[in-house]
Each structure stands twice: as structure tokens, then as C-alpha cells.
């Protein structure tokens, strides 16, 4: 057999293959590991400038400052979540107590539409009113049958998820307690090694890209929360600020969306008979899937020199993939494989004559 050569581009090719298959199988494997520790190192350096500042003036340890700053935090953030879960509460509660006046308001609007049907176009309005109920009857029945235990039969794995997290958030803390420690040694240590010239380049367009989208979701977060809160205010809804920035902030979140908050308005209003309203709810749904669909490429895509469709296509890969966290890790492993094999082809460039 003759001896096997790739050409220039073959190997370029080769390379970005490999590159592909080692970061997949990073994100897959290898992150779920390492993750506490990379969000860590990213926190102490964002806390390192700070607690330097606090060190010089106060001559207290770096890590005592990061610990009190970390403890300030989680204390808000559970505080906002306790207030958001409040409100749903609240809310549902409310519903719960008016589910019977939306069910008479729904059996009346049913009977209205069955008689104007039968006086235009001479069908049955009594039997097609009992069969429509029948259905809702039968669609009610296996919510309760199926549905309900479905979901409470999986507590236990929602259970072990909030432990999951809760772990994540512990291992998190006390790896920037320890790395605050040492910081400036191991950032001297890293920019000193030339062996890790590659990660340094590579890390700093990961690092650019991290910064760049959480600024891109704070941006569309204050966009869609501001939408919502003049829409809904607009309409008269009570409480419609809040609720505008409760669906900015659930628009946020890569596993829920505004759907959960403005499906179930538009479906109220709806059966209320506010029929234009349901139908303006329904259009700001529509309104902050787009915003979030056209902002989101071009803010993340054209900063970190991806083109916007590039990205669109990562964060659709990474949902196939590795399941809603691939929102987040489908670009981020986009990312890493165009830097990595950038500075793999300009190596290969410059050891060549």
C-alpha cells in the first residue's frame, strides 16, 4: 500500500474533527465535574480587584472579604427567590379560589357560541355544548388520573436536583474561598508557563464570550421586562409591572421561558371575555420569542466574531445535545472549537518555512 499524506486543508480538517469530538466530549463528561471549580476560579477574579481594595485600605484576608461578599449575595438572591415563589403562590392560590367563576364564565361563553352557531348554520348547539364539555370533562380527569402523579411522582428527582445545585453552590463557595488565597500566584503562574500559551489565548475569547452573554441576557432581560410591564400596564391588568418584570426574569431562564406567565393571562382573559386582550397577550408572547430570537445571535454573535446564524445553530445543537443546559453550552463549545482551531492553523503557520 502507498504511503497515506493529507494535504494542507486535510489536516485542517482532521484537526477541527478531533477538536469537535474532545470538546463534546468535555461538555458531556467532563464538565458536569469540573464546573463548581472553572465558576470558582472565574468568580475570585471577579471578586479579586474588590477584595484587594478592602485588603489594602483594612488589612483584612482576601478570603474573609470574598466570604462576606459571597454571603451578602446568597442571602439576596434567596431572599428574590422567596419572594418570586411567593408570588406564584400567591397567584396560584387566587386562581385556585376563582377557578369556579371561570368555569361558569366558560360554560357561558360555550352555551353563546353553540346557539349563535345554530341560529347561522343550523347544527346542533345542545349536543355540540355536551360534547365539548365532555371533552374538557375527560381532559380534566386525566390531568388529575395521569398528569398530577405524573409530576409528583417525580419529586424525588426534582429533590435530588435542588441537592444537586445546592452542592454546586456549596463546592462553588468554598473553592473561591481557597482560591482567593493563592489568586495572584496561580494568575502569575498560568501567564509565566509557556506550555499553557494555547489555553491562555483560548481561555480569553471563552472568557470574552462569558462576558459578553451574560451581558446580552441582562440587555434582552430589561428589554422584555420592559415590553411586558407597559403592555400589561397598558391593558389595566393589576399588578401589571410586576408581572412584566416576573416574565422578563422567567425569559431568563433557559427551562421555563414567558410562556409560564403569559400563556395562563392570555387563557384568563380569554375566559373573562376581555377577547382583544387575550389576543394582545398572546401577541406579546409571540413579541418576546422574536425579541429574544433576533437579539440574542447579534448581541453574543457579532462581539465574539461568530457570525449570528453561527450561534443560533449552536444553541439549537447544544439543546439536541446536552438537554437545556445546551442553551449555554452549545455556543460555549462553539466558541472553543473556532479558537482552538485558529491558534492550532496560525502554529502550524508560523512552524512552517
Same mark, same amino acid.
Given at each position: 500500500?502507498?504511503?497515506?499524506?493529507?494535504?494542507?486543508?486535510?489536516?485542517?480538517?482532521?484537526?477541527?474533527?478531533?477538536?469537535?469530538?474532545l !470538546?463534546?466530549?468535555?461538555?458531556?463528561?467532563?464538565s458536569?465535574? $469540573?464546573?463548581?471549580?472553572?465558576?470558582?476560579?472565574? %468568580?475570585?477574579?471577579i471578586?479579586?480587584?474588590?477584595?484587594?481594595?478592602?485588603?489594602?485600605?483594612?488589612?483584612?484576608?482576601?478570603?474573609?472579604?470574598?466570604?462576606?461578599?459571597?454571603?451578602?449575595?446568597?442571602?439576596?438572591?434567596?431572599?428574590?427567590?422567596?419572594?418570586?415563589?411567593?408570588?406564584? $403562590?400567591?397567584?396560584?392560590?387566587?386562581?385556585?379560589?376563582?377557578?369556579?367563576?371561570?368555569?361558569?364564565?366558560?360554560?357561558?361563553?360555550?352555551?353563546?357560541?353553540?346557539?349563535?352557531?345554530?341560529?347561522?348554520?343550523?347544527?346542533d348547539?345542545?349536543?355540540?355544548?355536551?360534547?365539548?364539555?365532555?371533552?374538557?370533562?375527560?381532559?380534566?380527569?386525566?390531568?388529575e388520573?395521569?398528569?398530577?402523579?405524573?409530576?409528583?411522582?417525580?419529586?424525588?428527582?426534582?429533590?435530588?436536583?435542588?441537592?444537586?445545585? !445546592?452542592?454546586?453552590?456549596?463546592?462553588?463557595?468554598?473553592?473561591?474561598?481557597?482560591?482567593?488565597?493563592?489568586?495572584?500566584?496561580?494568575?502569575?503562574?498560568?501567564?509565566?508557563?509557556?506550555?499553557l500559551?494555547?489555553?491562555?489565548? %483560548?481561555?480569553?475569547?471563552?472568557?470574552?464570550?462569558?462576558?459578553?452573554?451574560?451581558?446580552?441576557?441582562?440587555?434582552?432581560?430589561?428589554?422584555?421586562?420592559?415590553?411586558?410591564?407597559?403592555?400589561?400596564?397598558?391593558?389595566?391588568?393589576?399588578?401589571?409591572?410586576?408581572?412584566?418584570?416576573?416574565?422578563?426574569?422567567?425569559?431568563m431562564?433557559?427551562?421555563i421561558?414567558?410562556?409560564?406567565?403569559?400563556?395562563?393571562?392570555?387563557?384568563?382573559?380569554?375566559?373573562?371575555?376581555?377577547?382583544?386582550?387575550?389576543?394582545?397577550?398572546?401577541?406579546?408572547?409571540?413579541?418576546?420569542?422574536?425579541?429574544?430570537?433576533?437579539?440574542?445571535?447579534?448581541?453574543?454573535?457579532?462581539?465574539?466574531?461568530?457570525?449570528?446564524?453561527?450561534?443560533?445553530?449552536? %444553541?439549537?445543537?447544544?439543546?439536541?445535545?446536552?438537554? %437545556?443546559?445546551?442553551?449555554?453550552?452549545?455556543?460555549?463549545?462553539?466558541?472553543?472549537?473556532?479558537?482552538?482551531?485558529?491558534?492550532?492553523?496560525?502554529?502550524?503557520?508560523? !512552524?512552517?518555512?
Open positions: 500500500m502507498g504511503n497515506f499524506h493529507l494535504t494542507e486543508s486535510g489536516k485542517k480538517y482532521l484537526a477541527a474533527v478531533v477538536t469537535c469530538i !470538546v463534546y466530549f468535555f461538555m458531556k463528561f467532563i458536569p465535574i $469540573v464546573s463548581p471549580f472553572i465558576f470558582a476560579f472565574l %468568580v475570585a477574579g471578586l479579586n480587584p474588590l477584595a484587594q481594595f478592602f485588603h489594602r485600605k483594612m488589612k483584612i484576608r482576601k478570603p474573609v472579604i470574598a466570604g462576606t461578599i459571597l454571603f451578602v449575595a446568597c442571602v439576596l438572591a434567596a431572599v428574590v427567590f422567596w419572594l418570586l415563589i411567593s408570588a406564584l $403562590v400567591t397567584g396560584g392560590s387566587k386562581m385556585a379560589v376563582q377557578m369556579p367563576d371561570y368555569q361558569e364564565e366558560l360554560s357561558h361563553f360555550l352555551e353563546d357560541c353553540c346557539n349563535m352557531m345554530e341560529q347561522r348554520f343550523g347544527v348547539g345542545v349536543r355540540v355544548e355536551k360534547f365539548i364539555m365532555e371533552q374538557v370533562n375527560v381532559f380534566v380527569e386525566n390531568l388520573v395521569k398528569v398530577l402523579p405524573a409530576v409528583m411522582g417525580k419529586s424525588v428527582g426534582y429533590m435530588k436536583s435542588i441537592v444537586n445545585f !445546592v452542592s454546586f453552590v456549596v463546592v462553588m463557595v468554598i473553592g473561591v474561598l481557597l482560591i482567593m488565597k493563592d489568586y495572584d500566584a496561580l494568575i502569575q503562574k498560568i501567564r509565566e508557563e509557556e506550555e500559551k494555547g489555553v491562555r489565548e %483560548v481561555g480569553k475569547k471563552v472568557l470574552l464570550y462569558v462576558k459578553t452573554f451574560v451581558k446580552a441576557q441582562i440587555i434582552i432581560l430589561c428589554i422584555i421586562s420592559a415590553v411586558c410591564a407597559v403592555v400589561l400596564t397598558v391593558l389595566g391588568m393589576k399588578g401589571g409591572a410586576f408581572y412584566g418584570l416576573l416574565t422578563g426574569f422567567m425569559d431562564l433557559p427551562f421561558g414567558t410562556g409560564i406567565m403569559l400563556i395562563p393571562l392570555a387563557i384568563l382573559r380569554f375566559i373573562d371575555g376581555n377577547y382583544w386582550q387575550a389576543l394582545l397577550v398572546f401577541c406579546l408572547y409571540a413579541a418576546c420569542a422574536l425579541i429574544r430570537e433576533f437579539l440574542e445571535p447579534k448581541l453574543i454573535g457579532e462581539r465574539v466574531g461568530v457570525w449570528p446564524v453561527g450561534i443560533l445553530f449552536a %444553541v439549537f445543537a447544544g439543546i439536541q445535545l446536552f438537554g %437545556v443546559w445546551g442553551i449555554i453550552k452549545g455556543p460555549l463549545a462553539l466558541v472553543i472549537i473556532c479558537e482552538t482551531c485558529k491558534y492550532l492553523w496560525r502554529e502550524k503557520e508560523q !512552524v512552517e518555512p
